[in-house]
């Protein structure tokens, strides 16, 4: 069982930026990639971007061009860098590993909030 741990949100303006984290010992040596998704309040959770454990990479179109998906594998850590940012990115934040059975099994962890102002 892998245990994930976001943190790197909090509050700022549009336009501005955040980067979040998601560290999850055990994903290097179990060859696991990274989803991350966001829920925004009174909507379903919606992905947002991914990390395969080969190294593609892709991102929602709404997110396309603004966020960056990256891997620390000596921190066993995926960062979303956050540029640009909107009111409508307000949600929590969280990363899921993938695929998210055998090895890389995680349960979903507590999230980050992100919350930007206009």
């Known amino acids: 069982l892998i245990q994930l741990v976001e943190s790197g949100g909090g509050s700022v303006q549009a336009g501005e930026s955040l980067r979040l984290s998601c560290t999850a010992p055990?994903?290097?040596?179990?060859?696991?990639?990274m989803d991350w998704y966001r829920q925004a309040p009174g909507k379903q959770r919606e992905w947002v971007s991914e990390?395969?454990?080969?190294?593609?990479?892709m991102y929602a179109d709404s997110v396309k061009g603004r966020f960056t998906i990256s891997t620390d594998k000596a921190k066993d850590t995926v960062y979303l860098q956050m540029n640009s940012l909107k009111p409508e990115d307000t949600a929590i934040y969280s990363c899921?590993?993938?695929?998210?059975?055998?090895?890389?099994?995680?349960?979903w962890g507590q999230g980050t909030q992100v919350t930007v102002s206009s």
């Open positions: 990390v395969t454990n080969d190294g593609r990479i």
């Open positions: 899921k590993t993938n695929p998210p059975t055998g090895r890389c099994f995680a349960r």
């Open positions: 055990g994903i290097t040596a179990n060859n696991c990639g």
